[in-house]
């Protein structure tokens, strides 16, 4: 199918590799998508080796997630370049710009090929091999400049274009984002995500550490609303790496441990979209925050914490759960059978509310399939209709022994996403409580919660992997490059909500600011999770 564009072959731990030419990268993307249908581009990862650069897509499918395919290209030292893949895929648009930023590479043809994280005056980039840290960095303030000089409308006199800054400090950008704004009277005509502000480097910090300690204590600081799943995300991609089996018992915990942060993740979606909308700061959201705090008491029981739960380990989880067990369980009982009535409270709150209905529902609209070319997953995707979540197309833990359902939603807008979170919970309680049950009767002496690990991690060298979990927020997922030692050589981190961000300027061309503030808020991002 992709004839003499393929110059060589790889295997990597989760998928085969073609290599091809720099100057192929957009017909090859192409043929894959359109022919063999790999409309899903999760992730791109760039690097530099001693004696090249490499680019490498990582491809699956939204309809199949256990089909997967890499394309890898490499490119000379002198001059690193391949061509852009962003006019097959919308999502590499961001992908690039932050391989670009940080690695080096040059992606020819993308429409605006520009640092993302680093301010844009930065000197050098931060992951490529000479990159010195020490050198003086000099970021001058742009003077006189027409921010919109660049604007989609042009420069006709009878314009009424207006540039808008929002954010970055700003409540309803929920963190540090700015949001480069262009209105044609009073509607969106374009809006730019600002990042960058809170990038803390993780993915170099992990490529400093040991597989074994020292990695684990970072993955609950990226979505620290909803965060235990990445842990879960870093243990599936090592364990697979260093071939590491989990005890049964270990899988039913871990299994429910996360659903409880997807529910804790939800609930605080729900209770900042009531104050996004219509400022309702003391029902929803107070609401919300109640069932949150239930569940940060039960997961605080469990783990020792609130917040950064430090929980998994490599092979297992830390300890077993506390006891006088029963009364532990109980405790969970008890909250899983307030459950359907606190979702109907938000539903008389929210979903029955006029007001709250005319801001969201037909506001903020994103189709399926614009959906999966910006690469959103989660509540983003599925409140578009797109049946896709890694939990059930591509098993791990103990989700494919229990009975629960995928939750979409047809009509895209603001509205269905919320709709899908809040039916979420309910498939998270309905998980929780199978789990609950199993650990209850589960012999005693037969409570592993560890599998004998390595003291020392040494994957063989050049070893590649992908793996993902599904997130409060959609895919999470780490590639990993071994190079022999007990540290990564490449540690690379996919986040649901750097793509879910990506996909605001498509939701909100045409809209109002206050459906703008709508959608952003629809999205539930999280900055620590969106820089990394």
Known sequence: MLGDHVVGRETHLNAEGFVVRPDAVESVLRTLKREAGFDHLSLLT???YEDRYESIYHLT???DRTQEVNVIVPTSKDDPWNESAASVYKTAEWHEREAYDLVGIDY???PDLKRILLPQTWQGHPLSLDYDQDKPQVVALQAHVNPIAESRKGTESESDTMFLNIGPHHPATHGVLHLKTVLDGEQVENVEPDIGYLHRCEEEMCQSNNYRYQIMPYPDRWDYTANMPNEWAYARVAEDLNDI???EYAQIIRTMAVEFARIKGHMLAVGTFALDVYGDFTATFMYAIRDREIVQNILEDLTGQRMMFNYFRLGGVVWDLPEPREEWFNKIRDFLDTIPRHVEEYHNLLTDNEIFQKRTVGTGVIDAET???YGCTGP??????VDYDVRRDDPYGYYDELDWNVVTEPYGDNFSRLMVRLREVEESAKIIGQCVNLLEDWPEDERTIQSNVPRTLKPDADTEIYRAVEAAKGEMGIYIRSDGTN?????????PCFNNLHALEAMAE???VPDLVAALGSLDIVLGSVDR
């Open 510 to 512: 045409g809209e109002y």
């Open 380 to 385: 983003v995707a599925r409140g578009s209709g």
């Open 487 to 495: 540290q990564p050589a490449r540690f690379k981190i996919r986040s």
């Open 245 to 247: 089996e989990v005890p």
């Open 371 to 373: 959906a999966k070319d």
């Open 46 to 48: 760039a690097q530099e």
């Open 61 to 63: 499918k939204y309809d």
């Open 108 to 110: 020819e043809g993308h």
